[in-house]
């Protein structure tokens, strides 16, 4: 593992994560930056839990998701712990399709970490390869976490496990008011935006999303309670929760530099088009293992390739 100092931030860390990449996280929290509308498709919740899922299709390149997840007695702080410690992510097991993970640099002054990631799926989807860079800046107290596929020339491709080139998983996080009306904010609000490139039709991507996603979302309360409990009765934080706390902080003059834009996008109460008839079943199990490649972050899990895969046994076939 390489730590980078104060000298190499600059050459570094601008290359890897930086201004821009806020500025394009804020656009998108904000609803200021100039896409197409968002469709809403579903709304679940649970006793401390409630869900909200959206995508949209951009002119050029994958479908793009949004989701809103507010978990009740949870803080900001807590929760960006929870999604930035892999070490956690993997013994825990609430997102059961990460084998392997290892830190390839990291840089102290600004917790830009450089990160390794093999992701496991079911023998009819080879595993995913991920060259990932993370930071998080903190704006008022609001945390901006940028997670993005990065160019590593330092590990050569492989043919398995498959290189993810295209990947962005990137989240506000913040403290919101109870879902209960206790006019606290004891509650904590993840904004998820997310899209990457798995080298399949995007169309038959989002024909599975409907058919067990939320039963993969849901098994993320569980874990973030698992992770209050052991960091309540006294578990150090890992190597990665720790990165997680090194925050780069925003001034206000940041937000007013921006606000000047005036281009919105919108999200419409809109369901998806139902699939034609005549889509053949393969297409639709084809559509499972490509949302499961897809969505990361623990949305989406082997539960949902298995839950349409298991209406078509017998439609086999090796992405």
């Known amino acids: ?44 919740s649970l006793p401390t839990m409630t869900y909200q899922a959206w995508r949209r299709d951009a ?22 712990d929870f999604f930035g410690d892999d070490e956690f992510r993997m013994s825990n097991k609430w ?24 992701r496991k799926f079911p023998f009819f989807c080879s595993d995913r390869e991920y060259i990932i860079a993370r930071r998080i800046w903190k704006l008022g107290g609001a945390y901006y976490c940028v997670t993005k596929g990065i160019p590593c020339s330092s590990i050569p491709r492989r ?41 399949i039709p995007y169309e038959i991507a989002k024909l599975g999303i409907r058919q067990g996603m939320w039963g993969c979302v849901k098994k993320i309360e569980p874990g973030l309670r698992a992770y209050q409990e052991a960091r309540a009765a006294g578990e150090p934080a890992s190597r990665s929760a720790l990165m997680a706390r090194i925050n780069t902080k925003v001034g206000d003059n940041f937000v007013r530099s921006l606000e000047s834009n005036s281009d919105e996008s919108e999200i419409v109460e809109a369901e998806e088009k139902p699939a034609r008839n005549h889509v053949a079943r393969f297409l639709v199990l084809g559509g499972a293992v490509a949302l499961a490649c897809t969505l990361d972050q623990g949305l989406l899990t082997k539960a949902l390739i298995f839950g349409v895969a298991r209406k078509f046994v017998g439609q086999r076939k090796t992405l």
């Not at 990460?98 to 917790?111: R, V």
């Open 1 to 44: 593992m390489v730590v980078l100092g104060r000298s190499s931030e600059m050459a570094n860390e601008e290359l890897a994560v930086g201004k821009d990449d806020l500025v394009n996280l804020w656009r998108l929290v904000d609803g200021r930056d100039g896409g197409p509308a968002w469709i809403k498709m579903m709304e679940k």
């Open 59 to 80: 002119q050029t390149g994958p479908p793009q998701y949004q989701s809103s997840s507010i978990f009740e007695n949870a803080t900001p702080e807590e929760v960006r």
């Open 95 to 118: 997102d059961d399709m990460l084998i392997y993970h290892k830190t390839l640099e990291e840089c102290q002054t600004t917790g830009t970490m450089k990160v390794h990631w093999v």
């Open 159 to 199: 043919n398995k496990p498959r290189r993810v080139d295209l990947y962005y998983s990137s989240w506000c996080i913040r403290a919101v008011e109870s879902k209960r009306g206790n006019g606290g904010l004891t509650a904590c609000e993840v904004l998820l935006f997310h899209h990457e490139d798995m080298g």
